[in-house]
């Protein structure tokens, strides 16, 4: 675990764990299915994350992409790699929607479609509705 994952919330947030990489639930959602894929490796620039590490990176999203698109439906998918904050190699994964998603009796909105996401807008998602959402994401994984 690192600095970065246990911002996100690491252990209860771990929706699937590889060798090199960990898919987090992102607990501010921007969008409904919002997750974090974090670099295990102890890596704070892109360039240093090892070739396995690049090489299960396909693997990572293309599940990521499956799964979100099973689940949940999404129109696009944006990845962001920021690092201003957590300085550990990860991207914000954001599914995009044109119309807002019901989940759990709460609307969920996409106010930057089609324009980039709005990071600051969060869904709020309680305790239970979290645990449900990463439920459902690890079973279908």
């Given at each position: 675990?690192?600095?970065?994952?246990?911002?996100?919330?690491?252990?209860?947030?771990?929706?699937?764990?590889?060798?090199?990489?960990?898919v987090l639930f992102r607990p501010k959602q921007v969008t409904l299915g919002s997750l974090v894929l974090?670099?295990?490796?102890?890596?704070?620039?892109?360039?240093?994350?090892?070739?396995?590490?690049?090489?299960?990176?396909?693997?990572?999203?293309?599940?990521?992409?499956?799964?979100?698109?099973?689940?949940?439906?999404y129109d696009k998918i944006n990845y962001l790699m920021l690092m201003?904050?957590?300085?550990?190699?990860?991207?914000?994964?954001?599914?995009?929607?044109?119309?807002?998603?019901?989940?759990?009796?709460?609307?969920?909105?996409?106010?930057?479609?089609?324009?980039?996401?709005?990071?600051?807008?969060?869904?709020?998602?309680?305790?239970?509705?979290?645990?449900?959402?990463?439920?459902?994401?690890?079973?279908?994984?």
């Open positions: 675990m690192n600095a970065t994952m246990k911002t996100f919330g690491y252990p209860e947030t771990l929706v699937h764990s590889y060798d090199h990489w960990a974090v670099c295990t490796e102890p890596v704070q620039r892109f360039s240093d994350v090892s070739r396995d590490g690049f090489s299960e990176l396909k693997t990572a999203v293309s599940d990521i992409e499956r799964v979100l698109s099973a689940s949940f439906r201003m904050v957590d300085p550990d190699v990860h991207y914000h994964v954001i599914p995009r929607y044109s119309e807002p998603h019901e989940m759990g009796g709460i609307s969920f909105a996409d106010p930057g479609w089609p324009g980039p996401p709005e990071l600051g807008t969060v869904n709020e998602v309680d305790d239970q509705l979290q645990a449900s959402l990463i439920s459902q994401l690890r079973e279908a994984w």
